[in-house]
């Protein structure tokens, strides 16, 4: 019953700034690490950022000084602040997240959200 629902997609002029929001609900013990992937069209999916539930983050080349990744773990919520927005960030994004439904699993289940799309305009 784990699903992941972002929001917070749109358009925005370059330059401009987006806030992306995950929420985590469903059957859940504990989420680790969680990430936002993002997709343009006729592209393969890759790595935007992602950040354990120890906060320790890592961010694609492309968007570090752009981009910050933040969790709130009792909300079980992700965000995605971006800012300095360029046309090349145009892309469908993806939240994903490692979730453990018990403690009896060692490692958790990988889950992807549906996606929000980000449209930047120049």
């Known amino acids: 019953q784990v699903q992941l629902v972002e929001s917070g997609g749109g358009l925005v002029q370059a330059g401009g700034s987006l806030r992306l929001s995950c929420a985590a609900s469903?059957?859940?013990?504990?989420?680790?690490?969680m990430g936002w992937y993002r997709q343009a069209p006729g592209k393969q999916r890759e790595l935007v950022a992602r950040?354990?539930?120890?906060?320790?983050?890592n961010y694609a080349d492309s968007v570090k000084g752009r981009f910050t990744i933040s969790r709130d773990n009792t909300k079980n919520t992700l965000y995605l602040q971006m800012n300095s927005l360029k046309p090349e960030d145009t892309a469908v994004y993806y939240c994903?997240?490692?979730?453990?439904?018990?403690?009896?699993?060692?490692?958790?289940?990988?889950?992807w959200g549906k996606g929000t799309l980000v449209t930047v305009s120049s």
């Open positions: 469903g059957n859940i013990y504990g989420i680790n690490t």
């Open positions: 994903n997240a490692d979730i453990r439904r018990a403690p009896v699993e060692y490692y958790g289940m990988n889950y």
């Open positions: 950040i354990t539930s120890g906060g320790i983050t």
